[in-house]
């Protein structure tokens, strides 16, 4: 949703500002928490409901989240409740991951596979996917049983795709043209 993106954008990057590069992972890790506990459609209702304050929804994230919040990320989520955008925390977090990331020079990587990798497997494949794409990745792994075979790596916008599903999809086009 392009709107939520227009939101959320001017949190991540005030936030990276603010941040500076000083523990970003940490408070990536945690703002990633609590954009996860608010796109709680109950929580939402809750937070829409005229009768509950800004700062009850505030305690109940945070009660939610079950970890101590950084300072920065308490103000973040006081403003964003405040200013009635809880429902951009999730982007938020994912365009603040986003910045974290560019400037460490690190890509998210998402690893499409028929079967589960074991850590030696995976560690192989992340090297060479890392020489391919000319970057550190942090890959996460996602089984896809329809795959039949082989991976399909997803990096920002650019798909890789060795599975044996795709590879019959183009066998299939090129028998019938």
């Known amino acids: 949703m392009a709107e939520l993106a227009t939101i959320a954008r001017p949190y991540a990057e005030a ?8 523990n970003a992972q940490a408070l990536a890790s945690q703002l990633e ?37 950084s ?22 977090a994912a365009q603040f991951r986003a910045l974290v990331n560019a400037s460490s020079g690190i890509s998210d990587a998402t690893i499409y596979s028929a079967f589960a990798l074991d850590a030696s497997t ?9 020489k391919r ?14 795959l039949i075979g082989g991976i399909r790596v997803v990096v920002g916008d650019e798909v890789l795709d060795t599975s044996i599903k795709a590879r019959l999809e183009q066998m299939k086009v090129a028998l019938t043209t």
């Open 15 to 22: 936030l990276f500002r603010a941040v500076g590069g000083d």
């Open 33 to 69: 928490a609590v954009g996860q506990v608010s796109g709680n459609p109950q929580l939402r209702q809750f937070a829409d409901s005229p009768k509950v304050s800004a700062q009850q929804v505030f305690d109940l994230v945070a009660s939610v989240v079950n970890a101590t919040m």
């Open 71 to 92: 300072p920065k990320i308490s103000n973040l989520l006081k403003a964003v409740i405040d200013n009635g955008r809880l429902v951009a925390l999730p982007e938020i």
């Open 122 to 130: 995976l560690a192989e494949t992340v090297a060479t996917l890392e």
């Open 133 to 146: 794409f000319g970057r550190k990745l942090n890959a996460t792994v996602v089984i896809d049983e329809s």
